[in-house]
């Protein structure tokens, strides 16, 4: 703003020379100035006392969109936080030049009304972000609710203010001297910012000699350079955000995935330096050296802003030293640089000086390759490691003693907490850093994890965190991975997860025996939307490893449970069976939208039994909400590597949603008939069902009752759906036009019970309509000669079959009548087959255990499920992202997802294969051929996972090929949320 007038100001001050003329526009980067001054030196040293001042803000800001804003945020974020920063000084000789016309002091008047304003407006609206002070602030709250005087924040410090002011000015210090990364990258932009800012100091002086403008319009040429970075502003805005996610293709988010954004800019600065210096210097119409200036602006962001958000990224709760450190160094490039400037003009002119410039600027790109190439093994190297921490206590923890002492976990008034911490090895030391003075103060178990080195799956982390007593901020939904940032910190020292045996408002949660249901205090899901308290249903067989890496997680299908013992029990158990409990920790976790214990339309909405069920309000989840959620409930168990996810159907597409968490996390995965992306034909048939659900009178648009459901067009839904898990050659073989055992006829007619005789024939055209009236021969009519409805009476007890319905209360009789064929009565043809009587059995088994509602929201899930959404242009190259060994099962008989898909995804993941379940039943064969799959995934886990298998279980039972018997447990009881049956199906 100052650069227009310095003219005015030399000859005010009597002053000649062109290095303090220089030093007075280039000190403006250390600070503002006062408008009294009455000499020039006294001009200087106040600018730099203000410039101390001002530098807080630069500093501040980059710490709290750290403290606040996910990594895959931040590049989008740190454009919008910049550009006042950087178009400022390109806005303000534009308002210069004419102020200078009444004096060059209402420069800093009017600098000193609007930061007095902006001081008001900053005081007013603006919160604490930084996670220490916050934590303190409740602890202190809670204390003087609780009366607990023990409660102390898990980042407290016992540091008195000088201690804290040394700290904070040593930090910096020893980042910008011992770290090459900062050092390295400092410099960079240091020369960079630099050649902005001899712009700025000469560009007055060149464009009023070259070309002779005014000057009260000589500000009017720097509007160049402020376009040009409002161009780069759009560029990496733009790009930053879209390239990090690209980069890492679904796994961990590295910081070093910003810095190839820095090429762009080492190649424009350079060629607009040149393109400004020889047209300037051949006095080229005036437009054509300041669009050199305009790419030295979009340079200049693209190297800034990549830069910044590295720093931000790599050192998050540092953040702010980091860029302290960075703008010391660029402050200094940008303060004495631009002193050669002016003579640098004279001894080479225009044309040479700025292509030597040039030149430097090019001879410095090879820093760019080296920190893309090799920044991340410089950044974790031992060797350059600072410890930045002053302890609060000389005391460390080792995991033994923490194991025996009970931390506060939860801030909340309401409730105290308490974790063991057992997933922490006893060999593992937490660093004093993290120990409050007096001990037991709060902690939570992966706040310690996360940052103390120790691994804890927190790559692909979603969260949501907000609290309006503590004025915390809130992040937004991303399917990205996170770095273990201080929000994930904060996040899970203020929600635990807590766990709970029962569900009061949903009856179907009971029907899964010995689950457990985690509560999620807030999960934020793909679609954006906010569940508080959320219920994820789970059961859990074996015990953890003491490496806590034996997790064989299962994922069901569309219609099952947690209860992974009922539809895949002879996979379950001993040595030998797939699902060895004596090696494996197997964990089995409910998908939300399903009516057996997690978030679904048939719980409460928040938690909040004021509030009732969601019903059909329950929002969209989608698969990645699925793993993203479970995700959480695994850490809160203590898992710390997964060594395989198996799932089949929907079950596969966890699977597969799982693999993106890395090798590192997910070892292994097993697919089974399940694809990549749900398939038109398979989109088609769930609207097709969901379409008998709401064409059912007592749907009511969601909000039926749960005393009188649409089990009709549920009913339907699943008898169309039953079409396609199993094929045609299956029930050929199976019904054929073979007609039922008269003990297991099946009808759906709820709605005949009229009085007088049937109509034969309607009988017959509406034998399976369970909203039938009975015909209008049986109807009474009225006087007017309409047909009334018929009055109601119960048959006969040899005409109805009782069945117990624990969907509502638990107690309710589900009267189904059964045709019985007269003695006198003629039946010339038959109308009622085998296949009718188990599509009708199976309906009828399916609305006794699930909800219309849920039914829909899942179908819906199923939908929305593509792999290379939001990862990658295709989905095979999404699928190529996949690193882990993985097995694909796949049934030639499949129908719904094909064995053209299944063989998909073997040759598009690098280390996949296929095996192929040899049976004529169609999609279903995966429930129903134990034999084969479990075969399949014993060799799968005897190849991949032999430091598991070949231990001794638990008990001394050895586990190692040849000393035990493969083979599948003997079905006792036909399955409740699986399709296996004891019985014979071709009775039916």
């Known amino acids: 703003m100052l650069a227009p007038a310095v003219p005015q100001v030399m000859r005010d001050f009597n002053s000649e020379s062109e290095a303090l003329a220089s030093f007075m526009v280039s000190v403006y980067v250390l600070g503002l100035a006062c408008g009294w001054s009455t000499s020039l030196s006294m001009l200087i040293v106040f600018r730099f006392l203000a410039g101390v001042a001002g530098s807080c803000p630069l500093t501040v800001g980059s710490g709290s969109i750290a403290d606040t804003f996910r990594q895959d945020q931040r590049g989008k974020v740190m454009s919008i936080w910049t550009f006042p920063i950087l178009f400022g000084p390109s806005l303000g000789p534009v308002v210069g030049s004419y102020l200078s016309e009444i004096g060059w002091q209402w420069n800093f008047y009017l600098l000193a009304i609007c930061t007095g304003v902006l001081l008001v407006v900053a005081l007013v609206i603006q919160r604490e972000t930084y996670p220490p002070v916050l934590l303190e602030r409740k602890a202190k709250r809670l204390r003087k609710q609780t009366g607990n005087d023990k409660l102390r924040s898990a980042l407290q410090s016992t540091k008195t203010p000088g201690q804290f002011f040394f700290l904070s000015v040593a930090r910096p210090t020893k980042m910008l001297v011992l770290s090459p990364i900062v050092f390295g990258l400092s410099l960079y932009i240091a020369v960079v910012y630099g050649y902005l800012y001899l712009l700025f100091t000469t560009m007055t002086f060149v464009f009023q000699d070259q070309y002779g403008i005014s000057a009260s319009n000589v500000g009017l040429v720097y509007l160049g350079i402020g376009l040009g970075q409002f161009i780069g502003l759009l560029l990496f805005g733009a790009y930053s955000d879209k390239l990090l996610k690209r980069l890492a293709k679904g796994g961990e988010m590295k910081p070093e995935y910003r810095l190839p954004l820095l090429w762009p800019g080492a190649i424009i600065v350079p060629l607009g330096l040149i393109l400004y210096g020889w047209t300037a210097q051949y006095k080229v119409h005036w437009i054509v050296p300041i669009l050199g200036t305009a790419m030295l602006g979009t340079g200049m962001v693209l190297t800034f802003m990549p830069i910044g958000v590295y720093l931000i990224d790599a050192y998050t709760i540092y953040a702010a030293s980091a860029m302290a450190a960075n703008t010391v160094l660029r402050s200094l490039g940008g303060a004495f640089l631009p002193l050669a400037g002016r003579d640098m003009y004279n001894a080479l002119g225009l044309g040479w000086g700025n292509s030597l410039l040039a030149f430097i600027a090019f001879g410095m790109s090879p820093m760019i390759w080296f920190f893309v190439r090799y920044g991340e093994r410089i950044r974790t190297h031992p060797k350059f490691q600072l410890n930045f921490a002053t302890p609060t206590s000389t005391e460390s923890v080792t995991g033994n003693s923490f194991l025996n002492e009970q931390h506060i976990t939860d801030l909340s008034p309401k409730a105290v907490h308490f974790v063991n911490g057992s997933h922490l090895s006893s060999s593992f030391t937490i660093p004093p850093q993290f120990v409050p003075a ?93 569940l508080k308290n959320v219920p994820v249903a789970y059961t859990v067989r074996g015990q953890l490893s003491e490496n806590k890496d034996n997790a064989l997680v299962i994922c069901h299908a569309l219609s099952g449970s947690a209860d992974v013992a009922d539809w895949w029990g002879p ?147 699943r008898m169309s759906a039953l079409l396609t898990y199993r094929s045609r050659d299956s029930f050929e073989a199976r019904f054929g036009r073979n007609t039922p055992d008269v003990l297991k006829r099946q009808s759906i007619n709820q709605g005949q019970k009229t009085n007088g005789v049937q109509n034969e024939h309607w009988s017959i055209h509406n034998h399976g309509h369970q909203r039938a009236r009975g015909s209008r021969d049986s109807r009474p009519v009225s006087r007017n000669g309409t047909v009334s409805e018929p009055t109601s009476q119960p048959e006969s007890p040899d005409r109805q079959q009782t069945f117990k319905d624990p969907q509502f209360s638990g107690n309710t009789d589900f009267v189904i009548p059964v045709p019985v064929v007269e003695a006198n009565s003629s039946k010339p043809t038959n109308h009622y087959f085998s296949a009718q009587s188990y599509l009708r059995y199976q309906g009828n088994k399916f609305v006794n ?110 586990g190692a090929e040849g000393d035990v018997i493969d083979g599948v447990g003997k079905m006792t009881k036909s399955s409740t949320f699986g399709e296996a049956e004891v019985d014979d199906l071709t009775a039916w």
Not at 498 to 513: C, G, H, M, S, T
Not at 597 to 621: C, H, I, M, W
Not at 630 to 638: A, N, P, Y
């Open 438 to 530: 007096s001990r037991p103060g709060i902690f939570f178990q992966s706040v310690i994890a996360a940052n103390a080195g120790c691994h804890h799956g927190d790559t692909r982390y979603r969260y949501q965190w907000g609290d309006s007593e503590s004025g915390l901020p809130s992040n937004t939904p991303s399917v990205s991975p996170a770095e273990p940032s201080t929000a994930t910190m904060i996040e899970r020292l203020l929600n635990p997860v807590e766990i709970v045996r029962d569900q009061p408002e949903n009856p179907f949660a009971k029907l899964v025996v010995d689950q457990r249901i985690a509560i999620v205090p807030s999960f934020t899901l793909e679609s954006g939307v906010v």
């Open 571 to 717: 996979l379950l158990g001993r040595p030998g069976q797939a699902f060895d409990v004596t090696r494996f920790f197997v964990v089995c976790l409910n998908s939300l939208g399903s009516p057996y214990g997690s978030a679904s339309p048939v719980t409460n909405k928040d938690g909040d039994p004021a509030q009732g069920r969601y019903g059909p309000e329950f929002p969209l989840t989608t698969i990645r909400d699925d793993v993203m959620i479970h995700k959480i409930v695994l850490d809160h168990l203590g898992i710390r590597q997964i060594a395989c996810v198996v799932g089949g159907s929907m079950g596969g597409m966890l699977c597969l949603e799982y693999a993106y968490f890395g090798k590192d996390y997910v070892r292994t995965i097993a697919p089974i008939a399940t694809s990549a992306t749900h398939s038109a034909w398979g989109i088609s048939w769930g609207e097709a069902q969901r379409q008998a659900i709401y064409s059912d009178p007592k749907y009511e648009d969601g909000y039926y009752s749960f005393d009188d459901p649409p089990t009709a067009g549920l009913g339907a839904a």
């Open 849 to 958: 255990r699930f909800d219309a509602n849920c039914y829909i929201a899942i179908t819906r899930k199923l939908d929305t499920h593509d792999v290379s959404r939001n990862r990658a242009p295709t989905v095979r190259e999404a699928l190529a992202q996949i690193e882990q060994p993985t097995l694909v099962l796949g049934i030639e008989s499949d129908g719904l997802f094909t064995i053209a898909e299944q063989r998909e995804l073997a040759e598009c993941i690098p280390n996949g294969r296929l095996k192929k379940i040899d049976s004529p039943e169609g999609h279903d064969a995966f429930l129903l051929q134990f034999e084969q799959v479990n075969s399949y995934l014993l060799g799968f886990f005897r190849e991949f996972l032999a430091d598991i298998m070949d231990k001794p279980g638990i008990g001394g039972v050895d």
